[in-house]
């Protein structure tokens, strides 16, 4: 069931039904939604800007932030309520050494006033993070998550009508996983990969980064500039992708190298009575293809339920999302 909350989170009801809906969860950033459903007066009062969507099952809730009326129908989109936290910037530049207890500490100290926000016990985890946070808050999360694998969520406490902000990690499920947990192993020749989808590309990727390195001239007292004068990143001979950053910030350049990534993905259709039972959103698991020779060992990054004609169909991203041509497009020009 489709629960419905304005933005006060005060209660509306339920949508019984919809023409269409996609719901879409991301490990380190916030997750996306969009609905159809015809123009009758409930759904005109529930689908309104704002307005908080919960289904039942789900760790989490969207906020609506687009709605358009057209032909006796209403579409709606927007984000998980992760967004909310995309509101505020970092107002006092951060270094941090603890990834977790960092990203709890600059969401505890830009919230200015943003309601029904609690944060969640920290769990512990001693990942690091090494470069100045600074900037949008939902960006710097998913920057600093990028770099340390670790996830963020928002989640939604219906009875108790909180957003509560969790920095997690998911279990290693992959294939005798020193931890002892239940391995989950996706391939064809398991029968539990449907309309598989696999990409392996290197087009943009990059692992050397170079950039300037700026020094006082003690002679003539002004500023040098040496370029390329320092690097971030190793690897050798055919395995060495490098790029130069026109700057003098070494955290710049870290980041283009974040963006950067050898992107290997499996995308494909599975069963959802198994998703949040053997596996979850930003568990380690293990992709087999024979066909194409390939073995990775990656995380679920994304999981989109689509919901169309009474028929859900869920579909999970094994690795990194492929660029899109907008991303490829920022990063050459």
Same mark, same amino acid.
């Given at each position: 069931?489709?629960?419905?909350? =304005?933005?006060?989170?005060?209660?509306?009801g339920?949508?019984?039904? &919809?023409?269409?809906?996609?719901?879409?969860?991301?490990?380190?950033?916030?997750?996306?939604?969009? %609905?159809?459903?015809?123009?009758?007066?409930?759904?005109?009062?529930?689908?309104r800007?704002?307005?908080?969507? &919960?289904?039942n099952?789900?760790?989490?809730?969207?906020?609506?932030?687009?709605?358009?009326?057209?032909?006796?129908?209403?579409? *709606?989109?927007?984000?998980?309520?992760?967004?909310?936290?995309?509101?505020?910037?970092?107002?006092?530049p951060?270094?941090?050494?603890?990834?977790?207890?960092?990203?709890? !500490?600059?969401?505890?100290?830009?919230?200015?006033?943003?309601?029904d926000?609690?944060l *969640?016990?920290?769990?512990?985890?001693?990942?690091?993070?090494?470069?100045?946070?600074?900037?949008n808050?939902?960006?710097?999360?998913?920057?600093?998550?990028? @770099?340390?694998?670790?996830?963020?969520?928002? @989640?939604?406490?219906?009875?108790?009508?909180?957003?509560?902000?969790?920095?997690?990690?998911?279990?290693?499920?992959? &294939?005798?996983?020193?931890?002892?947990?239940?391995?989950?192993?996706?391939?064809?020749?398991f029968?539990?990969?449907?309309?598989l989808?696999? $990409? =392996?590309?290197? !087009?943009?990727?990059?692992?050397? *980064?170079?950039?300037? $390195?700026?020094?006082?001239? !003690?002679i003539?007292?002004?500023?040098?500039?040496? +370029?390329?004068?320092a690097?971030?990143?190793a690897?050798?001979?055919?395995?060495?992708?490098?790029?130069?950053?026109?700057?003098?910030?070494?955290?710049?350049?870290?980041?283009?190298?974040?963006?950067?990534?050898?992107?290997?993905?499996?995308? *494909?259709?599975?069963?959802?009575?198994?998703?949040r %039972?053997?596996?979850?959103?930003?568990?380690?698991v293990?992709c087999?293809?024979?066909?194409?020779?390939?073995? %990775?060992?990656?995380?679920?990054?994304?999981?989109?339920?689509?919901?169309?004609?009474? +028929?859900?169909?869920?579909?999970?991203?094994?690795?990194?999302?492929?660029?899109?041509?907008?991303?490829?497009?920022?990063l050459?020009?």
């Open positions: 069931m489709l629960h419905v909350f =304005d933005r006060e989170l005060e209660y509306l339920i949508m019984p039904t &919809w023409l269409s809906m996609t719901w879409q969860e991301l490990y380190q950033e916030p997750g996306k939604f969009s %609905v159809t459903a015809v123009d009758t007066p409930e759904n005109i009062r529930f689908l800007h704002g307005n908080i969507l &919960w289904l099952g789900k760790n989490t809730a969207m906020r609506i932030e687009y709605v358009k009326y057209a032909e006796k129908t209403i579409a *709606a989109n927007g984000f998980t309520t992760l967004s909310l936290l995309g509101q505020r910037v970092v107002i006092q951060r270094n941090i050494t603890n990834a977790e207890q960092g990203m709890y !500490s600059i969401a505890a100290q830009n919230l200015r006033g943003l309601p926000i609690e *969640a016990a920290p769990a512990g985890y001693t990942e690091e993070f090494h470069t100045e946070v600074s900037g808050l939902t960006d710097e999360l998913t920057r600093i998550c990028a @770099e340390t694998q670790l996830g963020v969520r928002m @989640e939604f406490d219906h009875h108790r009508r909180k957003h509560i902000f969790r920095v997690y990690k998911g279990a290693d499920r992959t &294939w005798g996983n020193p931890d002892g947990n239940n391995s989950a192993v996706f391939s064809e020749e029968m539990n990969l449907n309309h989808e696999v $990409v =392996d590309d290197t !087009s943009l990727f990059a692992n050397v *980064a170079y950039y300037d $390195v700026t020094f006082l001239n !003690s003539t007292g002004e500023k040098d500039v040496i +370029k390329a004068g690097s971030v990143g690897a050798e001979g055919l395995d060495r992708y490098e790029i130069y950053v026109d700057s003098d910030d070494r955290t710049k350049a870290q980041d283009e190298l974040n963006k950067r990534l050898h992107i290997v993905t499996f995308k *494909a259709d599975v069963n959802p009575a198994e998703f %039972v053997r596996y979850d959103l930003g568990d380690r293990t087999k293809s024979a066909r194409y020779g390939m073995t %990775v060992e990656t995380r679920i990054m994304a999981a989109t339920e689509t919901s169309e004609n009474n +028929k859900t169909v869920l579909t999970l991203s094994l690795g990194h999302p492929e660029y899109d041509i907008i991303k490829e497009m920022k050459h020009g």
